[in-house]
């Protein structure tokens, strides 16, 4: 163990001489670049340059699919591909009988690439540059088609137009990019360095995650109520609330998000008393509506929905105002 004094450096900032063996040993001059990092326990970690881009070898995993239904096997691949296996090899016996859906799942996949296939194995690699990508402009693609798979689906409650096929290509979409966050989160905790390297740190990481998560409910939402919504016929007043709330939900949660954008913690705050009087509105509705009628079972089944979402977008508001609040604390 070595030891250094602080030297005041200007008026704010302090100094200390770093160990010339260490120095040399990572071949570091006056004038190189080193990544420093806290790591949770009051502690700094320095990390070369050099080494922060040395390229990694492959994470490889191998998938037995024999006698897996698809189900099963799609959970496994996404497991393997948010827990970083750059190289994904999977083993099924009757796989010329299963290589087309198999080739399905890889698609879910964003950049996985099938590298070799053989009668009984497929081979894929990941060609993503984690290193290149940036984690708020994912959470803005997630939220922008997110925004419009809501816009969608008012006009479906609307007009009554079936928007579940698209909607659920959409889905598919926020699903990939929910994948990738999901990656470079578990990258992030594991390797505190990664985080800096894509200019973020772990708890904004972690908070990033949440966000993804939630907008991909918002999303699951969505679509299901676009199911729910196949070949029904809604009553005039029926239509009317439908629509009403969910227009005042789209409006929310446009607030909300800009809240998350711009770190406005009073106006994510706000969002509280509006989303006690939604569900307060939707549970009204719960009591007022006929229960007996298979439609009307259905029409419940999506004000439940509505109530989901309503709680979703809450969860973004309340991030925003504890960073906030924890900022204030520093």
């Excluded at 137009?161 to 699903?175: E, K, M, T, Y």
Aim: hydrophobic residues 40%; proline residues 2%.
């Amino acid at each position: 163990m070595d030891f250094r004094k602080l030297i005041k450096f200007g008026s704010n900032s302090h100094v200390i001489s770093l160990p010339r063996p260490w120095l040399s040993k990572n071949k570091l001059e006056k004038g190189a670049v080193v990544y420093f990092h806290e790591n949770g326990n009051n502690e700094l970690i320095l990390t070369p340059v050099a080494e922060s881009k040395a390229k990694k070898e492959d994470k490889e995993v191998v998938i037995d699919a024999n006698g897996k239904n698809i189900e099963i096997l799609r959970r496994e691949l996404i497991s393997a591909y948010m827990n970083g296996y750059n190289v994904i090899k999977i083993v099924d016996k009757n796989l010329k009988d299963r290589a087309i859906e198999i080739r399905n799942e890889l698609q879910n996949l964003m950049a996985l690439e099938v590298m070799e296939q053989t009668q009984t194995s497929i081979t894929t690699r990941d060609l993503l540059n984690l290193e290149d990508l940036d984690v708020s402009v994912l959470i803005r693609r997630m939220d922008t088609i997110a925004r419009t798979m809501v816009a969608d689906l008012k006009e479906s409650i609307d007009n009554g137009s079936d928007q579940f096929a698209n909607l659920r290509h959409r889905d598919q979409d926020i699903n990939r990019i929910f994948y990738v966050i999901k990656r470079l989160t578990n990258l992030g905790i594991s390797d505190p360095n990664f985080a800096s390297q894509i200019k973020t740190t772990t708890k904004g990481l972690f908070n990033s995650w949440i966000v993804a998560s939630i907008l991909e409910s918002v999303a699951d939402e969505v679509k299901r109520i676009s199911e729910l919504l196949i070949n029904i016929k809604l009553k005039n007043n029926t239509k009317k609330f439908l629509f009403e709330t969910f227009s005042e939900l789209e409006t929310n949660y446009l607030s909300v998000m800009r809240a998350y954008y711009t770190k406005d913690a009073p106006l994510a705050l706000a969002y509280s008393d509006k989303r006690k009087d939604l569900l307060k509105k939707c549970n009204n509705f719960f009591v007022e509506v006929n229960r007996y009628s298979e439609t009307n079972l259905r029409v419940l089944a999506i004000n439940e929905r509505f109530k989901s979402i309503i709680e979703l977008a809450n969860g973004i508001s309340r991030i925003v105002y504890d960073d906030r609040t924890e900022e204030k604390n520093l």
